[in-house]
């Protein structure tokens, strides 16, 4: 129902509702709960489909927001993509949480707009007033502390304590600690093997970039790769990544020139006409064949600004380096476009592939993509693969390469050379 966006409340009558709020709860007597929702992946949708989409999405996302709210529950709709929920007489947290949980249920059920069908995502932060505020402004900033621990440990929701004032302050701290680690090369690579179905034998292997922090422990990559990004630090980290990569693999005695190794690459340096030099510049340096690196770039990074990734995608393409489309069938790239990319491989995301065995549904869409990328020329990489059962059918099916925990999960590099001379998919690769 379009049109009930416009009548949510802004941020002006946010703060007159504040005040009203700590009034009718008798300035502390009763506890009521400020909630700060923020709508993931607005900015795709905006970019790939058009902001008429992204306004239907906004539209169904209010409605379901405000079927989600009792009589008494306030809803707001603050700046572009937060929205801020008041729950009035709260009996504590516990019951904020769980009206938290229920709209981010509400908004990961699937959007259908325009023949697309689309998932939200909400992050959430959470403060109580009195507890953690007692004036508007203040509860304001303690639920926007919330949310930015919450997007910083990637949880859905957070709630507000002292303590994350520390956390916030770990955000700053992480960033510092890993400019350094980048400086230094802190940053580990471990390699996960792709074996090629029709022989059996590896045929390359995806590096995946791990960092210990020495205050935080180990930090997740899709972590520390968002706080790079954010921070300006996702070019040397990219050329840390693809230098160690390609220097490492150059190690690696014997390999066949069918033998590449992939790198993750950000959305982030896809719109950085440097990064082509970049990486031309490691592959004169380590020496290795263009054929033998592989970008693997996810559907969505390539979707942000089409016309910018065709540009660079175009001219890596052209030097002979693979282009990999990563976690395909996740975004909703239209097939005119694909047709269009400068890509030689798909790969197969794991949610299709996993449960491929017993989801008969999942198995339909792995056969397509298969037949799909076949039709347009490109090699298909399957990933997640975690039993036998699934590397057979995936071999009968046409895939030509197959990647998961099954054959071998992401190791350090000294692992990695001892998995190749030990492992039956490795030992005849090397001469
Ligand atoms: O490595 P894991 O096993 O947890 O990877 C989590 C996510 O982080 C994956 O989506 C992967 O593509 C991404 N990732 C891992 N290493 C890198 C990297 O060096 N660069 C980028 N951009 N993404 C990476
Ligand atoms: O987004 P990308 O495809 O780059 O992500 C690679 C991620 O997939 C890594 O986090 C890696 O650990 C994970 N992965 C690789 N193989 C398997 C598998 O067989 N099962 C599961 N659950 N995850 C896998
Ligand atoms: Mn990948």
């Not at 529950?73 to 949480?97: C, N």
């Not at 263009?290 to 890596?316: N, V």
């Amino acid at each position: 129902m379009p049109g009930k966006l416009q009548s949510l409340p802004d941020r002006a009558r946010l703060l007159d509702e504040l005040d009203e709020c700590i009034a009718r709860s008798g300035h502390g007597a009763e506890l009521f709960a400020l909630i700060l929702l923020k709508l993931r992946g607005l900015g795709t949708i905006n970019g790939e489909l058009g902001n008429e989409v992204g306004d239907l999405v906004l539209d169904e996302f209010s409605n379901r927001l405000m079927e989600c709210l009792r009589p008494s529950d306030l809803a707001f709709r603050t700046t572009g993509a937060k929205f801020v929920v008041l729950v009035p007489s709260l009996v504590g947290a516990g019951q904020a949480e769980l009206a938290i949980k229920k709209i981010s249920q509400a908004a990961k059920q699937s959007v259908d707009v325009n023949g697309h069908s689309l998932k939200l995502n909400v992050t959430a932060g959470l403060a109580v007033y009195p507890e953690h505020a007692q004036d508007p402004q203040r509860l304001i900033y303690c639920a926007e502390t919330a949310m930015s621990s919450a997007k910083s440990l990637a949880k859905a929701f957070a709630v507000y304590s002292k303590k994350q004032i520390t956390k916030t302050l770990s955000v700053l701290s992480l960033e510092t600690e890993l400019e350094k680690a980048i400086d230094n090369g802190d940053i580990e690579l471990h390699y996960q093997p792709k074996i090629n179905l029709k022989s059996q034998q590896v045929s390359g292997v995806e590096s995946l970039a791990r960092w210990k922090s020495k205050a935080h422990g180990a930090v997740r990559p899709d972590v520390f790769i968002e706080i790079a990004e954010r921070s300006g630090l996702i070019l040397p980290l990219t050329l840390l990544t693809v230098n160690v990569a390609l220097r490492q693999s150059r190690e690696l005695q014997g390999w066949s020139r069918e033998f590449s190794v992939a790198i993750n690459l950000s959305a982030a340096v896809l719109n950085d006409p440097e990064v082509c030099e970049l990486i031309k510049r490691a592959l004169g340096i380590w020496g290795n064949e263009p054929g033998q690196l592989t970008l693997e770039i996810t559907e969505s990074a390539m979707m942000e600004d089409p016309r910018k990734s065709l540009k660079i995608l175009t001219s890596l393409r052209s030097e002979g380096i693979n282009i990999s489309i990563d976690d395909f069938g996740t975004g909703y790239s239209s097939l005119s476009y694909l047709k269009r990319l400068p890509v030689n491989e798909l790969k197969i995301d794991k949610s299709f592939v996993l449960n491929m065995m017993q989801d008969e549904g999942d198995a339909k869409i792995v056969k397509s993509v298969i037949d799909l990328a076949h039709n347009f020329d490109l090699a298909v990489v399957a990933e997640g693969i975690e039993n036998q059962e699934s590397l057979d059918q995936l071999a009968e099916m046409g895939c030509n390469f197959a990647q998961g925990f099954y054959i071998a999960r992401p190791m350090p590099f000294e692992d990695l050379k001892k998995w190749l001379s030990s492992s039956s998919w490795g030992k005849q690769t090397i001469a």
